[in-house]
């Protein structure tokens, strides 16, 4: 199918203010910001849309507090799209919405909005890696980045009150390719066959539907690095990072925040084709992180804070 990835994520918040000081400090390039609505955007034009939880026009919300409202996915063009919708038009709960955009909802509850996509296919080129024999990286340092600027929002985690209902809807009705699962308990999912590894991962939770984590794609490891190293030095504490997940192969760091569960900085995640083979595995910690820091690193000090994660988000 036809859908490429994330355009923007909706969140409703119960304060605007720290939400947007928080989006600042991520890295986000602001668009618009009033009392009730603030609009950032990633490098590539991906955007961040922050409205007040009690809004009247907000889609209803799946869990209490701060959260995500709705997911705007996107299409290559309006021919992409129409593909896509001829399938969504199926799903019951299938309405255009007075801003002209279909929406469904998932069977967590949660809007889905569809459009052509507003981002900016971009190449970013990471930092090239040296080894004995073979120096990708010649007469250049390796950087030291003081501030993350995302590039992308490359996935949505979602807990689901019906595991099965998910899955299905996903790859059915989304179109979604299954890169990777957890039978019965979780399954990482990519909207292009063609495509990074995931950009929707969803866990089994039931009678507590939520959202679980949103993550921004930035250049490479020393951005995730460095960027975090910010976050810290503002006072943003850390969830659980920065380590490495096994499944996936990225880099990340956690952080908590004003405007919904941890929101990530990764890097480096695997890329698929039609060659890759989705592999099952049985749940457990050391294949949410192969190594992390707990509590994170001190922004000034650079050195490991003392904690230990008690995030117990479902698969740390
Ligand atoms: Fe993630």
Redo the contacts with the bound molecule.
Sequence with gaps: MSLIGIDAVVFGVADMAEAKRFLEDWGLAQVSATADKLVYRTRDGSEVIVRPKDAADLPPAIEQGNTVREVIWGAENQQELDKSLATLKTVESFATGADGLPRVKDPNGLSLAFRVSKRTPMVIKPTQPNGPGSHQRVDERSPVYTQAHPVNI??V?LFANDFAAMRAFYTEKLGFTISDEYPGHGVFMRCQVVGVH?NT?VLNRPGKPGI????FTVTDIHEVIGGGLAMSRKGWKTEIGPGR?PI?S?Y?W?FENPLAAPL?Y?ADEDFCTEAWKPQTFERKPELFAEWAVAGGIDGTTRRQAHGIDKSGRGHA
């Excluded at 679980?212 to 993550?215: C, E, G, I, S, T």
């Design positions: 490359g996935h985690v995931h991962f679980n984590h949103v993550a997940h996936s990225a990340f956690y990530e990764y």
